[in-house]
């Protein structure tokens, strides 16, 4: 009885232990001599000619023209067997070889970028990457003021990696575009872009831009990222410590002055996110590009037609007589270089009076040079130097596309291959039964080189599929990416083989 009496009575005990309890705190607030805590009465007005009123004040200027740009890509695969680039594990592989013939499954995958509105009649700058390879009907843009438009794809320029961009309207929000030849190291910048695509904001839906500040840490930068299954090598490139995460390429870098200086395209982390170090393509890389697209309808490159030794090392240095430059493989037919007298064992020190060191730098410089304007090359041939001049021209479509191949070549394999020519049966004493493409260069401690492939060695079969023509390579080639194990079947010497070699892996 007394147990039942007890259990009936807690509840109460609890409640009157709760009022006192209550009461006890009220009591000790209300003997408080000071206030609970401190209040600002003043209102800090920003000063708009100071650094934080200037840098809010950019901000307000450019956010109505910065953009959420949403895609989709369908994926098909076989009988499900591969997953997500995120979730696959070496059995996939397995299954993709022995059950290839089985019927295929699809599936969506959503991609995430920003962008900059240019023009009062919607066209948006952003990057390639952000777009590429997606289904184009499904390309979709949000704005700051919540509107969501279908957008349409006008130009993309893989090398450059600029894609232009059309919404339909009028009266839309721009930016203004600076000066990134005057930027100084250590000038402030600031990051305006979606990070995750307004992930942060979705479910209040306000497509507010995320910002982020910073320096420019570098100028001329050049660095390798991966964009899905590509490559690419990006040069004089605007390094900054302002944060740019996923989701943030295509949208501005910008100057206290709220001017585009940059589109923040990349960064360099082993995490997959921000680790401070970003780079963004100097917006005045990018008003070329658009001015020729304006010109020509189409984004067009100078050309002037010659083949670079991909390094110039210690060794051949020596042998041609110089320290450093640019060693030429060889010369386009019919192309400016030709026409100039620029030979194959020719060494490039200058352009227009500028040294260059690298490939990359000399590509870069004749980038900036228009369509048919002349420009000074000075080199060394045999021990001498010689200047000479020559009229750029536009690359070739077909050299376009074999560049981008022969890029993969170097950048994930590390060796170059070419047709099996008669000349190149001869060079290397290679058999008429032997079909395939043959290796002509091959990068010292690179990933051909540290299986052992020769020059002269001939590449049979590349992933199980077999190899007869650079057509047959191309394909193959374009399905390998970065860090990817592949499979070879070479004839190098008297030998036949199987080797694998790792694929470059390359930092994003």
Known sequence: MKRIIFKRIAPVGLLILGIGLIFSIHLSFAQLKNPFYTESAESHIVDPDSLQGRIISAVEKVSPAVVSISTERVVRTTM??????????????????????????????????????????????????????????????????????????????????????????????????????????????????????????????????????????????????????EVRTYTNLIQTDASINPGNSGGPLINIYGEVIGINTAIFTTTGSYMGIGFAIPINKVKKILDSFVKYGKVKWSWIGIYMQPELTEELAKKFGVEKGILVADVVKDSPADKAGIKPGDVIQKINGKEVTSPVELAEEVRKVEIGEEITLTLVRKGKEVTLTLTTAERPEEISKAETIRRKEEELLGMRVESLTPKMREKYNIGERVKGVVVTEVESGGPADRIGITPGAVILELNHKTIEDMDDFREAINKVKPGDTVLLRIHQGIWRMFVTLQARKINE
Do not use: C
Not at 133 to 150: A, E, F, P
Not at 182 to 200: D, K
């Open 80 to 229: 499900g067997f591969e997953s997500p680039e995120w979730e696959r594990t070496p059995f996939d592989e397995f299954f993709k070889y022995f059950f290839e013939d089985f019927p295929q499954r699809t599936y969506k995958t959503k991609g995430l970028g920003s962008g900059m509105i240019i023009n009062k009649e919607g066209y948006i700058l952003t990057n390639e990457h952000v777009i590429h390879g997606v289904d184009k009907d499904k390309i979709r843009v949000s704005l700051l003021d919540g509107r969501t438009l279908k957008a349409k794809i006008i130009e993309d320029d893989e090398e450059s990696d600029i894609a232009i961009l059309k919404i339909e309207g009028s009266d839309f929000p721009t930016v203004i575009m600076g000066d990134s030849d005057s930027l100084r190291i250590g000038e402030f910048v600031i990051a305006i872009g979606n990070p995750y695509g307004y992930a942060l904001s979705e479910l209040k839906k306000e497509y507010e831009p995320t910002v982020t500040l910073g320096v420019v840490s570098a100028k001329e930068r050049a660095m390798q990222a991966s964009a899905g299954r």
